[in-house]
Nanobody, 114 residues
């Protein structure tokens, strides 16, 4: 089973930037995605690759976040710019859609606060 390890989170002021990384123990799925879960809310997709290699972004992050990948390193990235307090959440990566048999990593906490 592929193991996923997310990193790069932290505390940042509004308007700041962070770059998240997710490294897989095996090959990345073609449809990798970044998800986030804020306290008291359901996990949501914020950015993903489609099966055709295009990218999709949630309206709330469009124009601010960029998903990218390095297949040679089995790593997917999320560049987050112009961060807002409402971006505060634990961020995860996984395939899209997630299959029942796929496991989740521990996630990386992103906190946007002054």
């Amino acid at each position: 089973q592929v193991q996923l390890v997310e990193s790069g989170g932290g505390l940042v002021q509004p308007g700041g930037s962070l770059r998240l990384s997710c490294t897989a123990s095996g090959s990345l799925w073609s449809t990798m995605a970044w998800y986030r879960q804020a306290p008291g809310k359901q996990r949501e997709v914020v950015a993903r690759f489609t099966r055709y290699g295009n990218t999709y972004y949630a309206d709330s992050v469009q124009g601010r976040f960029t998903i990218s990948r390095d297949n040679a390193k089995n790593t997917v990235y999320l560049q987050m710019n112009s961060l807002k307090p409402e971006d505060t959440a634990v961020y995860y990566c996984n395939a899209f859609p997630v299959q029942v048999s796929y496991s989740w990593g521990q996630g990386t906490q992103v906190t946007v606060s002054s």
